[in-house]
């Protein structure tokens, strides 16, 4: 059974930073791309980051490069996002998933709030 299992969400002040974390079980982790999506209240889920399966190639939102980095430990069969100077438009849910196979994690809130 895949499991992808997100954390490191929270609340945290504008300008802040956190690091989520996406464990995968029941895959062969290093053979797929990884991709972070996220959705905030009343719009559509967005890609907010990706990396290839080797970690070699990344790709970022407009809105997020410079700012996110993604990464992976194919060792840990995991998959982090650092997030800094976040701001309020950054609040959101944030899921983990392998697009090739449509797994989905289950997600972790975001939260940017003074």
């Known amino acids: 059974q895949v499991q992808l299992v997100e954390s490191g969400g929270g609340l945290v002040q504008p300008g802040g930073s956190l690091r989520l974390s996406c464990a995968a079980s029941g895959v062969t982790f290093s053979t797929y791309v990884m991709k972070w999506y996220r959705q905030a209240p009343g719009k559509e889920r967005e890609l907010v980051a990706g990396?290839?399966?080797?970690?070699?190639?990344?790709i970022y939102a407009s809105s997020v490069k410079g700012r996110f980095t993604i990464s992976r430990d194919n060792s840990k069969n995991t998959v982090c996002l650092l997030m800094t100077n976040l701001n309020r438009e950054n609040r959101a849910v944030y899921y983990c998933?392998?697009?090739?196979?449509?797994?989905w994690g289950q997600g972790t809130p975001v939260t940017v709030s003074s």
């Open positions: 990396i290839a399966s080797t970690g070699g190639n990344t």
């Open positions: 998933s392998i697009p090739r196979k449509n797994y």
